[in-house]
C-alpha cells in the first residue's frame, strides 16, 4: 500500500528560515517578529524560526525564548505552518539534550505557542536510528504536555552521508509500532554542511551540484509519502540562478526550496506553478531560446537562425553551422524538431478537460494539438503538433494542478494575487479540474 | 557467487508493446495480429501483447482473450520471445485479483497459448514484497496448469520509487526458498508514471531524463543477472533523438529499450550492434564531428578549425578561439588529443583475434595501433595512436560481440540482414571470437 | 556515532600500482625496485605493488617473492604507505584460496617484508559476505604470525555491481563483533572490470563516466569514516583530461585517484592542494575564461566580449549575443555575475583566521570581501564582492586546509617542495589555523 501523506499540506514550495536571537538588537526577536508578519507571496508555506545555524550558539536560549514570545502573540494570523529548527547534532549527546530541553520548554502548552507550531525541524541527523531519538524525544514531550502522540510533525536536515542512506530506509522504519516516524513531514537537503561531511572540494569554494543527494532525497521523500525540500541558495541577488536551481530541482520531484529572504520566498512561492501565458522555445544550438509573441506569431530574430526563401516552395535554412535545402513540409517538419511548447496554467486546464471529456465518452486516449505561427528571420512557417494523451500523460500532467489546488486551498493570503495573476475564470476552473 | 542468467537470452535489444484490443475494429486484435506477423530487423526481441496501459481498462477481457487467440495461431513461429503484459498494481488489491485471473485464462494449456509464451511482465510494481505477491501467483498458477515451478518468467515495470528501492534488495531475495523470484528476467523503466509518481514537473512537459533510476535498474540488472531495459520514447519521429538516448542507455549498460513502433524496433535492434564502417570524430569545440571518408581520408571542411601551413614544418591551428604555433610533431600530438575513433565490427573482430594471438603466445598486454590520414581545412596530417589492450579491456571490449552472438543464435530470421549489412565473412569470424 | 577514521592518514591523494613481476627482464622486480625509490612529490601516499592485473598471471608467484625481497629492502625508507594488491575473486574460490597462500607467505615476519606492510588492497570484491571472507582471511594471517588482530589494513576495489551495492552496507557491518571490517582503509573505483561487469557500451571503446559509482563510493566512504579513491585514467598523455577528472572527483568528495606512472603522481598530488596564487575566472558563453593578471589587474583579451565607453558612466557591453546598455553601477553587478574567484592557499588562511579572530571577538558571522581591477576589452572595471561566512562556511572551506596538514605531517620527503611552491610563511601559517 502506498503511505498515505498525513499532513494538511501535499505540496511544500517555501521553506524560510529566520534567525530567532541576534545579539546587540534592541529586541532580539527582531527577525521573527518581522518574519511573523510576513502574507501573500512574501510569506512561505513553511516558516521555520531558526534557532540552530542562523542564531549564535550563545544566543539559542534567548532564541527559544523568543520563539515562545512571538509564537504566542502572531502565530494564530500566521498564513503558512510554523516549523521551528532546533539544535540536534548526531555525533553529540550534549546538543541533543539541549534539544530535549528546548521542547520540553517551547511545547509547554501554558506558554500558548504549541498551539500555532505544526512540528519541529531536527538538523543533523545521522542513521535512520539518530531519527528515532529526536522522534522519541518528541514523543516524551507529547505525552508530558497532553497532546495527542504524533500530532507535531518532524521535518529533517540531510547533511550527512548517514542521512542520505537513511532516506532509503524510510518506508520500511515508518510502519513499525516502536516508534512515531509518521510524524516525518519535510527531508530537507542542507548542502553546505553536507559538502563538508563528504570532504568536497571545488576550486572557487562554491557549493557542489550534488545531483546524486537531491535524487536521493526526493525519491525517498516520494517512496515514503513526504515532501522533499532543497537547501538554501546563498547567491541572494541571482535570481536568474536561483530560478535554474528550481527548474532543475522540479525536474527531480523536489518542488520545495529553502528560502533565506522574503524575496527568494516569493520567488520560489511563484515557480512551481505554470505560467500565466504559454511560450515558444526554439533550439538554437543548444540553447533554448524564447521566441517573442508579437500580434499573434512567434518571433526569432537572433544572428544564430538564418532562414531565407530560394523559389517556389523552397527554402535555405542555416542552424548550427548546417545549412540545409529544404522544401514547406521540410522546413515545419525541421522546425517542429527545434521548437518546444510552454504551456499555461490555461492550456493545462485546457488539456485536462478536453482528455476528461473524451475519457467520459469512452476514449482511452486522443491526440492534443497545439499549432503557431513562426517569424524566423523573416520568413513565416505555421507549424503544428498532435502529442498523444493517455491516462498516464494525464496523470503526469496533473501535478503543477495538485500543486495548485493545494495552495489555493491552504493560502487564502495567496488568493488575490493569484487571481490577479492568472485572472479568475482560469482560477476557477483550475480548482474543479483533476 | 555471480548469480546465473537463467534464461535463453543473455541480451533484450528491444521490447515492443502491442494493445491488445481496439475498440471500434473489426477485428479488435487486430494490432497483435499484424504485430505477430513480424519478421527480421521489425521484429523485437522481446514482444508485448500490452494488456495494461496500451488497452483501455473496458477492452482487457477481450484483449486477453485476443491474447489467446493469436498467440495459439502465430507464436509457434514468431522469432522473439513473448510476454504479455497484464494488470497489476501495489495500491490496489482488486487490480491484484484480475491480474491473477487473467494469468490463470492465458497460461491453460488447453488454450494452446502458453506454449509459446515465455513469461509475463507485471507493471506498477512496489517494494519487493509487493513483487513476492505477484510471483506467488505465477507459481500457483503454474502449478494449476502442471507447468514446472518457475518456467515462467517474470518481467517487471519500475515505475515507483519503491520499486526503485527494490533494485537494491533483488541480490538478496532471489536466492530465498520461499519464493521463485529467480523467474525475473527483465527490469523495464517506466517513465511516465515515474515522472508521476515522483511528482516531477519540466516547463514542456516532457521527461525528466532520471540518469539515477537508469543506473539504478542496470545496476540492479547486473548485481542479479538480469536486463535492463528502458522505457518508451514517445517522440516517435525524432529517430535522432531515439538513437542519442540508446547511446547513453548503452553507457549505463541498459542494452534493450521500449519500442512502441515497428520502425522503432528496427532502429533499437540495430543501435547496440557495431557499425558496419569505422569513423573518425574531431571534437570541435565541445561537439563531435563525424569525419567524412574520402580516397581513404578523413575530411573535416566546416569553420570551426582552421589549419594552415606558415612555413617548413609549421602550421597554424585554431579551434574554439585558440589559436597556435606548431611544429608537424605537435600538431600531429595535438590532432591526436582532437579526434578519437569509433571502430566497426570488423575492427573490434581484428582487434580481439590480435590479443588472443598475443595471449596464445604468452603475452599480458599489447598495443593495438590505430592511424589515419586526415584533411583538416585542406592541410594533410598522418596520425597514429597506440592503445594498451590488457585481459580487462579485452573482456570489455567484448561485450558488443556477445551480444552480436546472442542475437545471431536466437534470431536466425536476422541472419540475411546481418550478412547484408556486415558481410558474410566478418558475420562468421565474428561468431567464433571471444 | 561518526565513525572514526582509524588510520594514520587521513587523506590519500594518490593509489600508484606497479607490476610486481614482468617477464624477460634481468630483473623481473625492476618495476617495483625503481617505484620503492620514489621520494617527494613523484612519491605517491599510498604505493600498490600489484600482483593482480599488472603481473600476467603466470607471473604471480614470482611477484609475491619479488614484494618480499624488495618492500624488506626498500620499505623502511619508502615515505608513503605500502599496500600490495594480491590476487582475489568473487566468483572463484581457487583466486580466493591463492590470495590466502600469498598473505600468509608475505605477512610471514621472518621474512622482514610485513613490518614496512600498512595493508593489503583486495580486488573484484562482491557482496558484502565476500568482503568478510577476505577480512578473515588477513584475521587468521595476523593470528598465525602474531600480528595484532586489525593491524593490517584492508583496502577494496569496487568493480561490481554487487560491491556497490555494498557500500551501503559499510556503516553497518564495520561494528559487527564477528568480523574486523574496522580495517578497511580505501574504496578504489575499478571502472574498467566495472564497465565489463555493468555490460555497458560506448562507441569509441571509451569508459563512461560512471557519476553515480563515483558518488556511492564517496557517500560510502565518508558514511564509514573510510577514503575514496577513483579508478586509473589510463590516457596516460593527456595531463588536462586528468586534471578535469580530478576537479570532478572533488567536487564529489574523492580526493584521491590512482596513478600509472610517477607523473600521474606528481600531477594527483598537487591536484587537491589549493593553488599558489589565486585567479579570477570569467564566464564566457558558459566557459569558464581564466584572466590573465597583468600589473594587478586582471584581464580579458578574448573576442567573445565586447565592451566599450558609449558616455559619461555609460557603457555597452556585449556577451553571448546578449547586447546591453549599463551604467557604471549595472555593469559591476553583471560583471560580478559572471565573474569568479580561486582562491590561493593564502588567500584561505587569510579568510580562516579573519574568521577565527571574528569568533574570539563573539560574531557568528563576518563579510568576507574580495576586489579586483578587471580589463575587459579594454575598459578597466572595479569590481568587489561580500560574501558571507558562518560556522559552517567556516568548516567547509577546511577541507583542503585540514587535507594540507595531513600532508605536512605525514609526507616530509615533501615539505622541501611545498615551501617552494607556496612559501615558508603561508605553509608555516596553515600548519596552525583550523
Request: hydrophobic content about 35%; aromatic content about 6%.
Amino acid at each position: 500500500m502506498s503511505l498515505e501523506r498525513r499532513h494538511d499540506r501535499e505540496f511544500v514550495r517555501t521553506f524560510f528560515t529566520s534567525p530567532t536571537a541576534v545579539e546587540g538588537e534592541d529586541d532580539s526577536a527582531k527577525m521573527i517578529r518581522r518574519a511573523a508578519q510576513l502574507r501573500g507571496m512574501q510569506a512561505p508555506d513553511v516558516w521555520v524560526p531558526d534557532n540552530e545555524d542562523a542564531t549564535a550558539p550563545s544566543m539559542r536560549d534567548e532564541g527559544a525564548e523568543n520563539i515562545i514570545s512571538v509564537i504566542s502573540e502572531h502565530g494564530a494570523e500566521f498564513p503558512g505552518e510554523i516549523h521551528p529548527r532546533i539544535v540536534w547534532h548526531r555525533d553529540s549527546p550534549a546538543t541533543r539534550y539541549q534539544c530535549f530541553e528546548h521542547l520540553l520548554e517551547i511545547a509547554d502548552p501554558e506558554r500558548d505557542a504549541i498551539q500555532h507550531i505544526d512540528g519541529f525541524v531536527i538538523p543533523e541527523v545521522g542513521d535512520i536510528d539518530d531519527w528515532k531519538k529526536a522522534d522519541e524525544f518528541i514523543t516524551i514531550v507529547e505525552n508530558e504536555h497532553g497532546l495527542a502522540e504524533g500530532s507535531l510533525a518532524m521535518s529533517v536536515i540531510v547533511e550527512s552521508a548517514e542521512a542520505e542512506l537513511a532516506l532509503a530506509d524510510l518506508r520500511e522504519e515508518m510502519g513499525k509500532p516502536s516508534n512515531n516516524l509518521e510524524r516525518l513531514f519535510l527531508l530537507v537537503d542542507g548542502e553546505v554542511d553536507y559538502t563538508k561531511d563528504m570532504r568536497a572540494i571545488t576550486p572557487t569554494g562554491g557549493l557542489p551540484p550534488w545531483e546524486e543527494l537531491r535524487h536521493n532525497t526526493s525519491r525517498g521523500a516520494s517512496a515514503a509519502g513526504l515532501i522533499a525540500i532543497d537547501g538554501p541558495y546563498d547567491d541572494i541577488r541571482n535570481i536568474e540562478g536561483y530560478h535554474e536551481r528550481m527548474t532543475d530541482n522540479q525536474a527531480k520531484g523536489m518542488l520545495g526550496i529553502w528560502s533565506l529572504t522574503p524575496g527568494q520566498v516569493k520567488e520560489a512561492n511563484e515557480s512551481p506553478l505554470p505560467p500565466k501565458t504559454g511560450s515558444w522555445l526554439l533550439d538554437v544550438n543548444g540553447r533554448e531560446v524564447e521566441l517573442d509573441a508579437e500580434d499573434g506569431r512567434y518571433v526569432y530574430d537572433g544572428d544564430d537562425v538564418t532562414l531565407e526563401t530560394t523559389g517556389d516552395d523552397r527554402y535555405r535554412l542555416l542552424v548550427g553551422g548546417d545549412e540545409r535545402e529544404l522544401d514547406g513540409d521540410d522546413l515545419t517538419e525541421e522546425l517542429l524538431d527545434l521548437t518546444s511548447y510552454i504551456p499555461s496554467l490555461n492550456d493545462i486546464v485546457d488539456s485536462m478537460e478536453e482528455f476528461e471529456a473524451a475519457k467520459e465518452a469512452g476514449k482511452g486516449a486522443i491526440a492534443m494539438e497545439r499549432s503557431a505561427t513562426l517569424l524566423v528571420d523573416g520568413v513565416e512557417v505555421e507549424i503544428s503538433t498532435d502529442r498523444m494523451w493517455d491516462e498516464a500523460t494525464y496523470q503526469a500532467a496533473q501535478t503543477p494542478i495538485t500543486l495548485f489546488q493545494d495552495v489555493y486551498e491552504h493560502r487564502p493570503d495567496q488568493h488575490e494575487e493569484l487571481e490577479e495573476l492568472y485572472g479568475e475564470d482560469v482560477v476557477d476552473r483550475a480548482m474543479v479540474v483533476g
